[in-house]
């Protein structure tokens, strides 16, 4: 309350000063107006100039209040500055009373610093007052607060208090064995982690949720294999019964076969004996020593009879056993992976006879199996093992399950067992491998040049050449390139210029359209530079020609010996120098082939030079 009387006194006095300042102004206007009234004086003649002067002050104060934007109800502060302004050219002007106005100026510019300290000091005060006012309804509000948080712990501690006897009843409950209940029940403990989720997402009801929706799905699964896989222990032995059965009706068959083989044999040997009998006098004797002879054949030469007869007939029914053993086989290998032991199913898969489960289809089944937290991809698993035992078993695996290996040991960041696997030089690698490593050089650029030398072993062992030589340049190895490229059969164009855009460099741009060993340049000069210059090449291409001007007897005799780029082409690299600000190339350019016999300079406004223009070009 001090406080607040204080500013109150403060502000009384500083309006009560203000009021008698304006009093007092206002007292020795009216006196002046009416001692002018009493007494008729002629008004004051004007001179030329001070009318002028009035007239650029009035100027400046219309301009000044225009540019500041000021209306009537504006800012004081604005109006006193341009009147200040006003005041001061005032008495600039006027020399006769330029100390006395000076000390007018003075005393009002003291005032009014005065008033808006007072206004300032009113200001600071009034905010201090109503802080000082509010204390007692913000301390109000608080000790509101701390009630109402007071009544909320205490709601909290009765529901933990509630909460608590619910689980000891419940912990009671659960230690009371239930006298009911007549088979053994698998005890539960609530703190125990639950299989296939982690602490956090235990506790969270969504992955709950999606947990229990995976366990049913398995449920399911396991009661259609009971159905489709297995049988009940009651129809066990009427099953051994009937295989037992099969087992008899497939021996005597077999026996019964054996039998109709030999006479198939005997009489097919006896029909060989008719026709050499044939082809011989017919004599009864002869017949009678033919078939002694094959008898005696027979006796002597039993084990080449069984297999004469056996190469006879193709289908062995002793190959019925093989097939019998590779169901058993697939059959444990789906129950490894019904169990989830991929690693064991991988394996036993990789090593299956006949690679019958060495294909596309055990492949997506590994790869539908997805991620298991911990632990190794289980498609990963199953391409380690199918390589591996394609190099210890020398058995030539597919091209496209070696290229599938390689994309999964990629994405898993496992390029050092893509290295191991290439540089064995056992695996069948096809282009689509090579595409594979080349582009892992953009995820793992700490082993760039590792991938680059991958995939050309890749390429080249597919023969690829265009792209073997595309990673030696990445690895810039531009001498073994060009040394690998003349020993091969000529590439099209269009691969050089791919070369060129996958791999940009003024020195195989120089290489390739030079000669090499006395082997004449794959590319001419003028087409690979016109080709360039339009594309994000355009800067190497201009590097090199920069190279060439230093030497300009070279340049000229390439641009001489070029047949396959035409003078018009030339004129048109010439200008791409000159668009982009190589005035010393195009300078260069057009000089030389001014200089070539029969190329003249055709004016453009000229009617009858382009009418010659065939002649001369």
């Known amino acids: 309350m001090k406080a607040s009387s204080g500013v109150k006194e403060a502000s009384d006095a500083i309006s009560s000063d203000h009021n008698g300042s304006i009093a007092g102004i206002s ?146 409950l659960r230690k009371t064995p239930s006298k009911t209940s007549l088979s053994p029940t698998r005890k539960i403990k609530p703190s125990q982690k639950i299989p296939g989720l982690n602490r956090r997402d235990s506790l969270d009801i969504d992955a709950l949720a999606n947990h229990l929706a995976y366990l049913q799905r398995k449920v399911k699964e396991m009661k259609e294999d009971m ?59 002869t017949l009678q020593n033919l078939v002694s002879q094959m008898i005696e054949y027979e006796k002597l030469a039993k084990g080449v009879t069984a297999s004469s007869i056996s190469s006879v007939f193709e289908c062995d029914p002793t190959k019925s056993k093989e097939a019998e053993d590779l169901i058993e086989y697939i059959e444990r290998f789906n129950e490894l992976f019904s169990r989830g032991q991929y690693e064991a199913a991988a394996i036993y898969a990789a090593n299956c006879p006949r690679g019958i489960l060495r294909n596309e289809e055990t492949m997506e089944k590994f790869r539908a199996a997805g991620r298991i937290k911990g632990k ?7 391409c380690e093992a199918l390589v591996n035992s394609s190099i210890a078993s020398n058995y030539p695996l597919h091209e496209y399950l070696a290229a599938e290996a390689i994309k999964c040991a990629l994405d898993e960041e496992r390029l050092d067992l893509v290295m191991h696997w290439v540089t064995l030089q056992k695996l069948p690698l096809s282009e689509a491998a090579g595409d594979a490593i080349y582009k892992y050089a953009d995820v793992d650029k700490h082993h760039r040049s590792q991938c680059f030398a991958l995939a050309q072993i890749a390429y080249s062992q597919c023969k690829k050449h265009k792209k073997v030589i595309l990673c030696m340049c990445k690895q810039g190895q531009i001498t073994g390139a060009l040394d690998y490229l003349h020993q091969i059969p000529t590439l099209p164009t269009e691969d050089y210029i791919f070369l060129l855009r996958q791999c940009p460099s003024t020195e195989l741009i120089r290489c390739l359209t030079q000669e090499w060993n006395g082997k004449p340049a794959p590319l001419s000069l003028g087409v690979t530079l016109l080709t360039l210059l339009n594309t994000e090449q355009k800067i190497y291409c201009l590097r090199l020609l920069e190279e ?60 009858d030079a382009e009418l010659m223009n065939h002649v001369f070009l």
């Not at 000229?556 to 070029?562: H, P, S």
Request: with cysteine; hydrophobic share 40%; aromatic share 8%.
């Open 227 to 285: 159905l489709t896989k297995y049988i009940p222990v009651e129809n066990a032995e009427n099953i051994e019964n009937d295989l037992t059965w099969a087992l008899g009706l497939r021996d005597e068959a077999e026996a019964e076969n054996e039998k109709l083989k030999f006479c198939y044999y005997r009489i097919t040997q006896l029909a060989n004996v008719v026709g050499i009998w044939e082809n011989s006098d017919k004599t009864i004797e």
């Open 548 to 607: 060439l001007v230093t030497e300009k007897d070279i340049l000229e005799n390439k641009i001489v010996n070029d047949s396959a780029c035409t003078v018009e082409a030339w004129k048109q690299i010439a200008e791409i120098c000159l668009n982009a600000r190589r005035e010393k190339l195009f300078k260069v350019l057009i000089s030389i082939l001014a200089a070539q016999e029969g190329v003249v300079e055709i004016p453009i406004d000229d009617a």
């Open 376 to 382: 190794m991809l289980p498609l990963l698993m199953y």
């Open 27 to 172: 007292t020795m206007s009216a006196s002046s107006s009416i001692q002018a009234q009493k007494h008729s004086v002629l008004p004051p003649i004007i001179p030329e100039s001070e009318k002028e002067f009035l007239e650029t002050i009035q100027k400046y104060i219309i301009s000044e209040i225009g540019n500041v934007g000021c209306t009537e109800q504006g800012p004081a502060e604005q109006y006193y500055i341009i009147y200040k302004n006003v005041f001061e050219m005032i008495i600039e002007h006027v020399n006769a009373y330029k100390s006395t106005l000076t000390t007018i100026k003075q005393e009002y510019d003291a005032f009014i610093e005065a008033v808006k300290k007072g206004q300032q000091t009113a200001f600071y005060l009034h905010g201090k007052l109503k802080v000082l006012a509010c204390e007692p309804t913000t301390l109000k509000y608080y000790m509101k607060r701390i009630i109402q948080l007071q009544e909320k712990i205490r709601t909290i501690e009765k529901n933990s208090k509630k909460i608590e006897t619910l689980i000891e009843k419940t912990r009671m």
